[in-house]
Structure formats: structure tokens, C-alpha cells
């Protein structure tokens, strides 16, 4: 009894005086302190995998009252729009390109994910899975959830979009009709390329669809997902089509993802992104 006494008689002092005792916090202002990203309103920005791995990695971004969400791992990247719920995300694919056509056909089932805010680690916790068009789904158990944190800074710049576009190699990326030759073949360009200091490496673009032609256009580049380059030069525009081409240097050999993150910028206005050409390459 004596301690509970002692301990309380600050408290009677500071009344005594006419002093407020100091406000308690809630628990809500207590989660924002300790993590300020951990939230259902405030989860945008980048994340990585637990372990650090970056092949593992999303970008959360605010999308009205949900968000878009760009999620990277070992198969490559996938945008999800999120449908908010009370305590979670339910994530779907929008698929683009071959991932478009094969769900389409349905040879592949979209991705499906949840995700939850986990304030006693500020983490993330990720469940991945698939949706059929049936609606369909198959979730990994819990015991094989992944838990991401929020990106350091310092990491360095990462792709997360998946490619809307083709980008092309080799002989392709010198001649259209070659790169359209491809395309008609196969459906995809040619991945197989020697590995060199100077790999040709180029996309085409709609120009009118880029944007007005009194703006100026550039693309960073990314090698297994990693800005390499920034702000190169698009080429000029032929027969309605913008150039996007650069010798790349990629002296390496096996499997390695290039991309080309396309920008326009017009007169004081911020840079924009309009469009992501990408291509996973086998260097022989």
C-alpha cells in the first residue's frame, strides 16, 4: 500500500499546483511511433524480403482509397490492384503480356496475395497464392508467409512495374523489320544473345501515344532489377515510331532480366513515367 501511495504523489502535487497530468497516448498513437509505416492508411513505399534478398521485393503504391501493388520475386513482377477489407489486402494480377494471354487462355491462373500490417515486428506479412477464373483459390499455408520491411534507404533504385512492352537484342534491336519478324515467329522477341560489353538493346514506341513531340523523352536502365543508367536519350521518331536504343554493357553469361523504364518530360513539369519495356535474356 505504502508504494502505491509514494508512487502516486507526484501526481497529487502536480493537481495541487493547478498542472495537467501529461496525456495518455492511445494505442493507435503508440503503433505510429514505433512504426510509423506499419498502417492500413500508411503502408506506401518500398519493401524487402525479411532475409534482405531483394529478388523479393513490392512497392506499395496509394491508389484512391486502396493501392496498387508492384510485387517482384524469383518468377519475375506482377501489379495487383488491392481490395481493402478491415484488417488485410486482398491482392489480384492484372497480367500483361504473355502472362495476359496464357491466364486468358487459361493455361495460368493469376496471382492472389494478402497482406497484413504486423506491428510487433513494423513488418508486413505476405501470403502468396493463385486465383483461377472461376475464382478459384489456391493460398499458401500460413506457416509459409513472408514478412517484409520497409526498403533501407541507400539500397539503391529497383524495378518493380512489370513490362507493358517487348525490348529487343542482338540484330533486333538494330532492325524493325527483324524485331517484327521475331514478334511474328514466336509471339516474343529472341532472348538468346551473346554476352558483351555492347549488346544492342532497343523498343519501339507508339509516338503519338507517348506524348507531345515538343517534350523531351529518355529511359533509365535496369539489369536484374537494379537501376544501372539513367536518363538516356530516346533516339528520334520513324514512320510514327519513337527509337528507344542503347549498347548495353553486360559482359555476363545464364540468365539476366534488362529493362527499359520510359519517361517524357514536358516543359517545367516532373518527369513521367509511361512505360515499361523489358525482356528476360539468356546470355551465351
Known amino acids: 500500500m505504502r508504494a502505491a501511495i509514494v508512487l502516486s504523489f507526484p501526481l497529487l502535487l502536480a493537481a495541487c499546483k493547478g498542472e495537467e497530468a501529461p496525456p495518455v497516448k492511445t494505442l493507435e498513437e503508440l503503433a505510429a511511433e514505433k512504426c510509423p509505416k506499419v498502417h492500413m492508411d500508411r503502408m506506401e513505399g518500398g519493401w524487402v524480403l525479411v532475409t534482405g534478398n531483394t529478388k523479393n521485393r513490392m512497392e506499395i503504391v496509394p491508389k484512391g482509397a486502396s493501392y496498387m501493388v508492384y510485387y517482384s520475386n524469383e518468377n519475375g513482377h506482377y501489379e495487383l490492384t ?34 497484413r500490417p504486423y506491428m510487433e515486428s513494423c513488418s508486413i506479412k505476405v501470403q502468396e ?40 537484342l542482338g540484330p533486333a534491336a538494330k532492325s524493325r523489320a527483324t524485331a517484327k519478324a521475331q514478334l511474328a515467329k514466336d509471339g516474343f522477341p529472341k532472348p538468346e544473345v551473346p554476352g558483351s560489353h555492347a549488346i544492342p538493346v532497343a523498343a519501339w514506341s507508339d509516338a503519338q501515344a507517348d506524348g507531345p513531340a515538343s517534350c523531351s523523352y529518355d529511359a533509365d536502365l535496369f539489369f536484374d532489377g537494379k537501376r544501372v543508367q539513367e536518363k538516356v536519350p530516346a533516339k528520334g521518331v520513324t514512320g510514327g515510331e519513337r527509337y528507344w536504343y542503347v549498347d548495353w554493357d553486360a559482359n555476363w553469361s545464364f540468365n539476366h532480366t534488362f529493362e527499359m523504364y520510359r519517361y517524357r518530360t514536358c516543359g517545367g513539369s516532373e518527369r513521367e513515367l509511361i512505360g515499361v519495356a523489358g525482356i528476360d535474356a539468356l546470355l551465351v
Open 82 to 115: 488491392a481490395q481493402r477489407r478491415e484488417k488485410d489486402l486482398q491482392l489480384t494480377e492484372v497480367p500483361r503480356l504473355m502472362r495476359k494471354e496464357l491466364i486468358a487462355k487459361g493455361e495460368a491462373e493469376a496471382m492472389r496475395m494478402y497482406l
Open 129 to 168: 497464392g493463385t486465383v483461377s477464373a472461376t475464382g478459384r483459390e489456391t493460398i499458401a499455408p500460413p506457416s509459409d508467409t513472408k514478412e517484409f520491411l520497409a526498403m533501407p534507404a541507400g539500397a539503391g533504385v529497383f524495378s518493380y512495374r512489370p513490362a507493358d512492352d517487348w525490348l529487343f
